[in-house]
């Protein structure tokens, strides 16, 4: 498996935009690409999907061991039954140099060098000129280990623009690969977690489709694709992301509301025998009733308070579940709805599941965001340390008569307050767990 990474100095500098049009490019010459991304993210990959027609692996070297990161990078069967791939598509998160803690472990430069694959920098040159050099330069000056196949300029306003901005480049010896002009047109909606969902958005095709075309004038797709080099191999054939199945026959919520699951970790528990049972809460729709646990993952049920509160075969399904102590796990947004109630951004409750006594608002936000290092409080569900993440807007407004879940600690080691509910067979939690821990 070839690789390479587009990346850029910051965030908002054009890399979705550039890594969705490069995989429906690629797509359209018979190219088998496979795409990932690089640390936590739920969003992004949606977006990869419907451009390439392919799941896309998140990649995270801060969480995971270099041969988990490596495995997955060379094994989409892991998480897709498609054809072997030709080429490795990832984009990576924040710019190139962050990560986690003191030291910003985990960054994008760290996985190129891990999986000993290629950079290309997007560069937001929409209030700069000259200056466009200054991002890559400082790049291989800091981390010159990394391969810089080259850089494409985003948000070029003119003629002019493109031209001084080439000079800047050409005279640093810096490829430029290619451009994309400043237009609305190239824009994708946002909202408080990230993109609007691509199936919230029925222009999302026609979108993809144009950046494809512009990249197709604009940008040498045929240097980039010779400048993928071989994935790194891993040493250990077999790794293991060390989070167990919940059940053997496992139900899990995916829709509009409940959106947010990482593909590695359904591989793997389908690997080691689970069956997989999905279910749509929106729709009215319970869990199976073959299914001996349930899990209810993230995504915005904050924006579909109404519908939820009203779906009686869900509400129905999910207590005769409990009932017959079928395990019920909920991670941020599924944590939310296993509670008593959610306050909205105009403080309307709406009532809720009550299977964990808090709960959570979204009429006063505050940003909890970050790596975590969790280890298991004394219960009978979860043992062990593991690696994840937390992002949330809402917050925990009541909570009581249940134990607690998780011990926590953020990226720079700092004790936080311990997080999480447990009530006999129904569990939870706001945060996102990756893999097992890798102390």
Known sequence: MRGLIVSAPNSGAGKTIITLGLLRTLQKRNINVYPAKSGPDYIDPKFHQVAGGK???????????????????????????????????IEGAMGVLDGGGKDGRGSVADLAEML???????????????????????????????NLLGVILNNIGSSRHLSG??????????????????SPEFKIPERHLGLVLPEENPAMEEFIERISVKMDQLVQVDTILQGAMEITKPTDVNPKVGIDPLGQNIAIARDKA???????????????????????PLADEGPDAEADAVFLPGGYPEIHLPQLAGKSKFISGMNKARDRDALIYGECGGFMVLGDAIRDSKGKSHRMLGFLNHVTSYQKTSLHLGYRRF???????????FNGHEFHYTNLEVAGGSKGLFKVEDS????????????????????????????
């Open 116 to 146: 000993s694959v290629p950079i290309i920098l997007v560069i937001d040159a929409s209030k700069q000129y000259h200056s466009v050099a200054l991002a890559p330069m400082g790049l291989m000056k800091a981390r010159p280990k990394v």
């Open 55 to 89: 799941s896309s692996v998140n990649l995270d070297c801060w969480a995971m061991k270099p041969d988990l990161v490596s495995f997955l990078a060379n094994n989409p069967s892991r998480v897709d039954t498609s054809a072997s791939n030709e080429l490795m598509l």
């Open 412 to 439: 720079f080691g700092n004790r936080l307050p311990d997080t999480g509910l447990v009530n006999g067979n129904v569990f939870g939690s706001y945060q996102h767990l990756i893999c097992a821990s890798q102390d």
């Open 375 to 385: 280890e298991a409080l004394p219960n009978p569900h979860f043992r062990g340390k």
């Open 165 to 182: 901005a080439r000079e800047s480049l050409d005279s640093y010896g810096i490829e430029l690969l290619g451009w994309l002009p400043k």
């Open 258 to 280: 409940f959106a947010f699951i990482y593909s590695h970790l359904i591989g793997y528990w389908q690997e080691r025998g689970a069956n997989i049972l999905h279910f749509s």
